[in-house]
C-alpha cells in the first residue's frame, strides 16, 4: 500500500466549470476525510465519511459541492460550477477508527491543487 | 464554532537557536495533535497528546498540552534546517466526535 492517493494533483478549469476530484486512501482505513486549504492557512474540514456512510458536513461546503463515497473505498469530490474563490489544495485524509480509540490520527494524500480562472 | 489559533503565525530564527509555537483553543478538547507540513507538502502527523498536562518529547521536539485540555504548545531545541515547515495544531472537541479542527498554523523558517 502506497499511502493515500489523490487525482488529479493539478487542475486548471475555467469558471463555470465542473471538476471532479478523485481520493483513494489506505485500505485498511474506515473514515476519509475531505479538507480544503488555501495558502498560509491551515486545512479547512469539508466533510467525512465512515465507511460509504458521510457522517459530517461542513457549512463551507455549499450546495455546488458534493462528496460520495459509493463502496466505501475511493471518493470522489466534486465542485460544480466553479468560482475563482474554489481555487484550493483539496486534501485528502484516511484514518483507522475503532470502538476503542478515542481519536485517530490523519494521514494525508498529497492532494489536488485546483485553479479556477 | 470552534477555532483553534496559533501564534507566532510566523518565525525565523538562525540554526541552534529555540523556538517555540503555542496553540489556543475557544473550547475544551478531548485530544490535540500537531503536525508538520513542508514547502510545498502535505500535513504529516507528529504526536497526539491526551491527557490533561500530559509531555510527550521527540528528539528534539517537546509537546505540551495544557492543564484545562485548551492550549498546548510544541517546544524545538537547537534547530535545524531540516525543521523548516508550517507547524499546526489540530483538536477533536469530543471523543468520538472526529472533526479535527486544525489551527492556524506556525511557519518556521531556519537560517543556516
Redesign the interface.
Known sequence: DTGVSQDPRHKITKRGQNVTFRCDPISEHN?L?W?RQTL??????LT?FQNEAQ??KSRLLSNRFSAERPKGSFSTLEIQRTEQGDSAMY?CAS?L?TAYS??????????SRLTVL | GQQVMQIPQYQHVQEGEDFTTYCNSSTTLSNIQWYKQRPGGHPVFLIQLVKSGEVKKQKRLTFQFGEAKKNSSLHITATQTTDVGTYFCAGNKNTGFQKLVFGTGTRLLVSP
Open positions: 473514515r476525510y479538507y498560509g492557512q491551515g486545512p479547512e474540514f467525512y457522517l459530517e486534501l484514518s477508527a478515542g481519536a485517530n490520527v490523519l494521514t494525508f494524500g498529497a492532494g
